[in-house]
């Protein structure tokens, strides 16, 4: 089945920095990539998602993106903010196959004023 | 609100007891996801169903954990004999599987097992 590895476990950033994400994926069908965020004591919540057709992805300072041949995919924050500070979790998933979500370990990531 | 909603929202029980959790997915959704999550994890795949069907259950789950959606509408979670490692937050997670390729989560079961 599919396993999803997210790198690094934590992450601290200065407040404007930039900060990178890195997962891959075992299984070569998987075509949906999204991203949740989730604070503390809340839900997870999609931020962006990529699909396999294409390789980037933007919305405002968040970017994602995937290189299906070596089966990874990023998650780029830029001009990173206090608010930013949360941890996030990357997933893959086969869409109209299984539609199974498999979700790496998250990424704690600290913004630094 | 019409998003997922998940119920109760914490469960204290004794070891050896069973619970049940309930989830309410977004109407219309037609699939809905059970997730585990422990502290400082991501999201661990439980089980999930299209409908009123289960698609997968995860290898990891033991005999003890049984889902159901009946109508497709809810789902409900159960564990036997809880033991003190099923101590974790359960997450449910539905999904249009047509129009919108969003999995929206529920805010979560926190069980504890003492």
């Known amino acids: 089945g599919e396993n999803v590895e997210q790198h690094p476990s934590t992450l601290s950033v200065q407040e404007g920095d930039s900060a990178v994400i890195k997962c891959t994926y075992s299984?070569?069908?998987?075509?949906?990539f999204p991203w949740y965020k989730q604070e503390l004591g809340k839900r997870p919540q999609l931020i962006i998602d990529i699909r396999s057709n294409v390789g980037e992805k933007k919305d405002q300072r968040i970017a994602v993106t995937l290189n299906k041949t070596a089966k990874h995919f990023s998650l780029h924050i830029t001009e990173t903010q206090p608010e930013d500070s949360a941890v996030y979790f990357c997933a893959a998933s086969i869409l109209n196959r299984d539609d199974k979500i498999i979700f790496g370990k998250g990424t704690r990531l600290h913004i630094l004023p | 609100d019409t998003g997922v909603s998940q119920n109760p929202r914490h469960k204290i029980t004794k070891r050896g007891q069973n619970v049940t959790f309930r989830c309410d997915p977004i109407?219309?959704?037609?699939?809905l996801y059970w997730y585990r999550q422990t502290l400082g994890q991501g999201p661990e795949f439980l089980t999930y169903f299209q409908n009123e069907a289960q698609l997968e259950k995860s290898r990891l789950l033991s005999d003890r954990f049984s889902a159901e959606r009946p109508k497709g509408s809810f789902s409900t979670l159960e564990i036997q004999r809880t033991e003190q490692g099923d101590s974790a937050m359960y997450l449910c997670?539905?999904?249009?599987?047509?129009?919108?390729?969003?999995?929206?989560f529920g805010q979560g079961t926190r069980l504890t097992v003492v």
């Open positions: 997670a539905s999904r249009s599987g047509t129009k919108n390729t969003e999995a929206f």
């Open positions: 299984d070569s069908a998987s075509n949906y």
């Open positions: 109407s219309e959704h037609n699939r």
